[in-house]
C-alpha cells in the first residue's frame, strides 16, 4: 500500500497525459501551486440598451463612453451610455456598419468598410462632422478694367527723342529695345509712371501679366493639406498670343510702330518714329466663395462645424507659365522703311503663338506656392467679389517673392473615400486594412467654370469672349468620366452639378479639365436646356507627369465650350460608384491626424487578405506608442513591419515567420506576444519567434460515459466534447487580463469561455459569459453580458460554483490497482448548496475500459467550513483507472491543493493479468 499525491493540474485533451490534468476544470484558476476559485465578475450596471461596440474616448480631463449599435446597412452612435437615462444620441444613423471605432486625441474615427465618419468632442459634448466634406468650390473670373491709366506706352519714354525719332533705336535692336519697354510697361502699370507733360498716373497695384494655375485645398488642424480642387488654369482676359497674324488690341502684349526715312531731297535720316509704342494689358483675378455652410455635393454642409480641424482654405498658385513672357517675343516682325510721305505702320501681337514648348509647361505644371488662406466662415458674394492677389502689403510681398513661399503637397488622392475592414491606431496615427477605395464622383462642373455674369469683357478667357461661346445658357451639366481600375476593362463615374440659381451661364471653362486620378482614361460633358440633354464635349484624358491626376487641355489653350450639340436620351447619374477592393493593402495616416493618408504611408503586404494588425505594445493610452513592429495578420500568413525614423513610418518588411497562416481577425495583445488563431489552435507571435501554446487541448476530447443522479444535474459542469480548434470557429475575442496575466477566449456559442493562465500555461473554463468588451479601458477591464456591464478587477460576491473532474487516475501504469481511500488536500471556506435540492459534492468512478465510469463513492458537502475532504474507505475497489469529481459552490478565498489516494498494485506480474 503506498500514498499517491496528485497535484490538480489545467485541462488537456491528448492521449498521453499526467495524472492530475482535468477532464473539465470551471471557475478554477491554477496559481502557486494550487487551484483557487474564481467568483462572478461585479456587476456594474445595466444599460438602457445592447451595443456592438463600445469604446471608451478617454484624455487627460474626460472618460466618455460611446457605443454604436449596428442595424442591416446602417449604425447609431451613442454617447454617455453608462447615463441612466436615455443615452445621448450623435446622429440618427450612419450609412453601412461600423467596423471599428478608433482615438486620436478629441477627434473619434468611425469606420465602415466603406468611408470613415469623425466624431469630435469640445466644450463637453461631441459634434458629428461626418465624413470630411468637398472642398467648397472659388468662382473665377479675370479683369483689365485699365480705369486711370492707359496701356499705350511710347518708346521715348523709355529711349528718348531725336526730331521725328527715338533716339537710337534701330533695327538691328529694335527687338530687344521693345523687350526693355514692354518691361517697363509692366512696371508703370503697376507702380505708377509721370507722362512726358508731367502728369503722374497712379498705378493699378498688383498685376499679373502671363498665364498661371490656381490650386486649393483645406488646411488641417496639423498644417497639412487635404481634398485638393483641381488646378484651375488663370488665362488674362485678352489673349496671349491674339486671334491674327497682325496685332490688335484683343492682345496682352502688341506693338504699333513705323521705321521711316525722310525724303533724300530734304533730308537723309532714318528711324523708329517717335511716337512708336506698345501696348500692355495687366489683370487681375476675383473670386468668391462661401465657407459658412451650404447644400454642397447632395448634401448639406456646415463648414462651421468643422473650424476645429479645419483651419482654413489655402489659395496655392504657380509661377508665371512662361506663356506671354517677353522673352518669347516673335522674331519676324518687318523693320523695313518706308517714307514718312506713304507711312507703312505696323501692327504686331508680340508673342506670335503657343509653342509646343510652351504648352508642355502647362501641362506638366505641379509647384504652387501659398498666397493666400481664407479662414472658415467667411464667404464673398459673386456680385461684390474679392481681388486675388489683393493689393494689401503682405500679398505683395508674397507675389514679389513667390518661389519662396511654401510650397503646395500634391493630393493624396484625398478626394476618394477609403473604407476598410481592419484599422488599428498605433503611433498615433491610424492604420487601415484590407481597404475599400469609392473613387471620387468628380469635381463639380463649377469649379472649372469661367463666371462672366454681364455679356462683357469683365471674365473673357485668352481672348475668346463669352458671348461668342456656342450653345444657349444650361440647366445642368453632367460630366462623365471612364476609369480604368486595373482589374476591370473600364468603369463609368457621372457627377450632376448642382443647378445654378437659375439658367444663366453658358458652358465657358477653363482650358485645363482634370480628374484626380490618373487612371481616368476619358471625359464626357453633356448639358441640359429647354429639358433636352446633348452631348457637347468628350475628349481623351492623359495622365500626369507628375501630379496623382489625369487631364485633357484645349488648343490654343482656348476655353473649354461645346464643341457639338448631339441629343441623347436623359444620362442618368449612376448611384453605385466605381470603387476598388485592395485587401493586402495598409494604409497610415499622418502623424496625430486622422484625416490625411499620404501615398508614401501606403504599404502592400503579401498577396492574401489583411485580417488584422497589433503589436505588443500594452494600450497604456489612446494612441499606443512604441517601437515594437507592427503585426499584420494575413490569410498567407504573418508579416512584421519594422517601425522607422523621420518621415519613413516603417522600414522594412519581413515575411512570415511561421507557415501556419492566420484563420480568424480576431488577436489578442498582450506583453507576452500577440496570439492569434491557426487550423491547429493559438499561436503567439514575438519578435520573429511563433509558438503554439495551446498543444495540450488540440486533440479532441475522448467521450467519457460517467454514471451520476439527478443531484449532479446543473452542479457538475461537464467538459466540451468539441475539438478547441472547432470551438475556435466561433471566436468572438481574445481578451487580455492584465490582473491576472490571463488570456480570456471568449466563444459565444460554447458552454464556458477558456482562460489561459500564462503563469502556469495551463487552461481552465470560466462561467462568466461576456457579449463584447469594452474598448480602449486600459487600466481598466470591463466586460458586456447583453445589457449588464461588468467590472473585471472585483467580485460581485465572494461565492464561486466551482466544478473539476480529473482525467483517468492511472498512477503511472494501465495494471489493476486496489483503491483504499482518496482524501481532497483543500481548504474549503463557506461551503453552500448551489440550489434547494442541489448539493456541493464529491465523487469517485471508476472503470477498466477507460470510457464507462462507474460511480464508486459520493458524498454530498455539509454547509460550513472544511479542511480537507475524505471520501472514505473504498473497500479495496479493484479497477485499472479512476476519476475524482468536486462540483459546488464556495467562497473564493478557498483553495484545493492536491489529492491524496492511497492505492496499491493487484497484479506485478502482468501475465496473470
Not at 521705321?259 to 495687366?282: A, C, E, H, M, T
Not at 500634391?410 to 473615400?417: A, G, L, P, R
Not at 480576431?666 to 509558438?691: A, H, S
Not at 482518496?822 to 440550489?835: D, E, F, H, S
Request: hydrophobic share 35%; proline share 5%.
Amino acid at each position: 500500500m503506498s500514498r499517491t499525491q496528485t497535484p490538480i493540474s489545467g485541462i488537456t485533451t491528448t492521449s498521453v497525459y499526467n495524472d492530475g490534468d482535468t477532464y473539465s476544470l470551471v471557475n478554477l484558476r491554477p496559481k502557486n501551486g494550487a487551484m483557487y476559485p474564481v467568483s462572478p465578475r461585479k456587476i456594474v450596471q445595466e444599460l438602457s440598451q445592447k451595443y456592438d461596440i463600445v469604446f471608451v474616448h478617454q484624455n487627460n480631463d474626460y472618460k466618455n463612453w460611446i457605443g454604436v449599435i449596428n442595424d442591416s446597412d446602417s449604425s447609431s452612435v451613442y454617447w454617455d451610455i453608462r447615463y441612466q437615462g436615455e443615452p445621448l444620441k450623435t446622429i440618427a444613423t450612419i450609412q453601412g456598419t461600423i467596423n471599428s471605432v478608433q482615438q486620436i486625441g478629441n477627434t473619434i474615427s468611425l469606420i465602415t468598410g466603406d468611408n470613415i465618419y469623425y466624431l469630435f468632442y469640445q466644450n463637453k459634448g461631441y459634434t458629428f462632422l461626418g465624413e470630411i466634406p468637398q472642398i467648397p468650390v472659388i468662382g473665377l473670373k479675370t479683369s483689365d478694367e485699365m480705369s486711370t491709366i492707359t496701356p499705350g506706352f511710347y518708346f521715348t519714354d523709355l529711349y528718348g527723342r531725336s526730331g521725328d525719332f527715338v533716339s537710337g533705336v534701330t533695327p538691328d535692336n529694335f527687338i530687344d529695345a521693345t523687350k526693355g519697354l514692354v518691361n517697363k510697361a509692366m512696371d508703370a502699370i503697376m507702380n505708377g509712371y509721370t507722362d512726358n507733360d508731367g502728369v503722374f498716373h497712379e498705378g493699378l497695384g498688383l498685376q499679373l501679366f502671363d498665364a498661371c494655375f490656381i490650386r486649393y485645398a483645406f488646411r488641417l488642424y496639423d498644417g497639412t493639406l487635404t481634398k485638393h480642387s483641381p488646378p484651375i488654369l488663370i488665362m488674362p482676359v485678352r489673349s496671349i498670343a491674339g486671334k491674327e497674324e497682325e496685332g490688335s488690341d484683343d492682345s496682352i502684349k502688341s506693338v504699333f510702330y513705323g521705321f521711316f526715312q525722310l525724303p533724300i531731297p530734304f533730308d537723309d535720316r532714318k528711324g523708329l518714329i517717335y511716337n512708336s509704342r506698345v501696348n500692355v494689358y495687366g489683370y487681375r483675378i476675383y473670386i468668391h466663395y462661401n465657407f459658412t455652410d451650404l447644400w454642397s455635393d447632395g448634401r448639406w454642409v456646415d463648414y462651421t462645424n468643422w473650424k476645429d480641424i479645419i483651419q482654413s482654405v489655402d489659395i496655392f498658385m504657380s509661377a508665371p507659365l512662361g506663356i506671354s513672357n517677353i522673352e518669347n517675343i516673335r522674331k519676324d516682325m518687318s523693320t523695313a522703311y518706308s517714307s514718312i510721305n506713304a507711312p507703312s505702320w505696323k501692327k504686331y501681337n508680340l508673342i506670335k503663338g503657343i509653342s509646343p514648348e510652351a504648352l508642355k509647361n502647362v501641362s506638366n505644371t505641379s509647384t504652387f506656392y501659398l498666397i493666400k488662406s481664407i479662414p472658415l466662415g467667411s464667404s464673398k458674394s459673386i456680385l461684390d467679389p474679392e481681388p486675388f492677389p489683393s493689393s494689401d502689403d503682405s500679398d505683395i510681398s508674397k507675389m514679389e517673392n513667390l518661389i519662396y513661399q511654401e510650397v503646395m503637397t500634391d493630393d493624396n488622392f484625398s478626394n476618394h473615400k477609403h473604407g476598410a475592414e481592419v484599422s488599428y491606431t498605433y503611433n498615433n496615427r491610424l492604420h487601415l486594412a484590407n481597404i475599400k477605395t469609392t473613387f471620387f464622383e468628380g469635381f463639380n462642373p463649377d469649379y472649372f467654370l469661367w463666371y462672366n455674369t454681364a455679356d462683357t469683357a469683365d471674365g473673357n478667357y485668352n481672348g475668346f469672349k463669352y458671348a461668342d461661346a456656342q450653345g444657349p445658357k444650361y440647366a445642368n451639366l453632367l460630366i462623365e468620366v471612364e476609369i480604368n481600375t486595373g482589374l476591370t476593362n473600364q468603369k463609368e463615374y457621372r457627377y450632376l452639378s448642382d443647378p445654378p440659381y437659375f439658367p444663366v451661364y453658358k458652358m465657358f471653362m477653363s482650358a485645363f479639365i482634370s480628374y484626380p486620378d490618373p487612371r481616368a482614361k476619358r471625359i464626357t460633358i453633356y448639358r441640359q436646356s429647354g429639358g433636352q440633354w446633348y452631348r457637347v464635349f468628350t475628349a481623351p484624358l492623359e495622365t500626369h507627369n507628375l501630379l496623382s491626376l489625369s487631364y485633357c487641355i484645349t488648343d490654343s489653350l482656348k476655353p473649354l465650350v461645346e464643341t457639338s450639340a448631339d441629343p441623347v436620351t436623359a444620362p442618368v447619374p449612376t448611384s453605385h460608384l466605381p470603387s476598388i477592393t485592395e485587401p493586402n493593402k495598409i494604409k497610415v495616416s499622418e502623424l496625430s491626424n486622422p484625416l490625411r493618408f499620404p501615398n508614401i504611408n501606403t504599404y502592400q503586404v503579401g498577396n492574401g487578405t489583411i485580417l488584422a494588425m497589433a503589436t505588443n505594445a500594452m494600450n497604456v493610452s489612446d494612441r499606443n506608442y512604441g517601437q515594437y513592429p507592427l503585426y499584420v495578420f494575413t490569410t498567407q500568413g504573418v508579416w512584421t513591419l519594422n517601425v522607422g525614423g523621420g518621415e519613413v513610418v516603417y522600414s522594412t518588411q519581413t515575411a512570415p515567420a511561421s507557415a501556419e497562416s492566420p484563420t480568424t481577425g480576431i488577436v489578442g495583445e498582450t506583453p507576452l506576444g500577440v496570439v492569434f488563431t491557426t487550423q491547429r489552435g493559438l499561436m503567439i507571435i514575438n519578435g520573429q519567434q511563433v509558438q503554439f501554446i495551446s498543444p495540450q487541448i488540440e486533440q479532441v476530447p475522448m467521450v467519457l460515459n460517467m454514471e451520476t443522479n439527478s443531484h449532479c444535474d446543473g452542479v457538475v459542469f461537464p467538459a466540451e466534447h468539441r475539438k478547441f480548434s472547432e470551438l475556435l470557429k466561433g471566436l468572438s475575442g481574445l481578451i487580455y487580463n492584465h490582473y491576472e496575466n490571463e488570456l480570456i477566449i471568449n466563444v459565444k456559442d460554447a458552454g464556458y469561455n477558456y482562460i489561459l493562465n500564462f503563469d502556469n500555461q495551463q487552461f481552465y473554463q470560466s462561467t462568466e459569459k461576456l457579449d463584447i468588451s469594452v474598448l480602449n479601458a486600459f487600466p481598466e477591464l470591463f466586460v458586456i453580458d447583453g445589457f449588464t456591464l461588468k467590472d473585471y478587477a472585483s467580485a460581485e460576491n465572494p461565492l464561486a460554483h466551482v466544478s473539476f473532474i480529473l482525467r483517468p487516475l492511472l498512477y503511472g501504469t494501465p495494471d489493476i490497482k486496489r483503491l483504499e481511500r482518496m482524501i481532497l488536500n483543500a481548504l474549503l471556506y463557506n461551503v453552500t448548496n448551489p440550489a434547494g435540492n442541489k448539493f456541493s459534492l464529491a465523487m469517485v468512478h471508476h472503470s477498466n475500459d477507460g470510457v464507462n465510469f462507474r460511480a464508486t463513492i459520493g458524498f454530498p458537502l455539509k454547509e460550513g467550513n472544511h479542511r480537507d475532504f475524505d471520501m472514505g474507505l473504498s473497500s479495496g475497489s479493484k479497477h485499472n483507472r479512476f476519476l475524482f469529481t468536486f462540483a459546488g459552490v464556495v467562497d473564493e478565498k478557498s483553495r484545493f491543493n492536491l489529492i491524496n489516494t492511497e492505492v496499491d498494485k493487484e497484479y506485478n506480474n502482468t501475465k496473470m493479468r
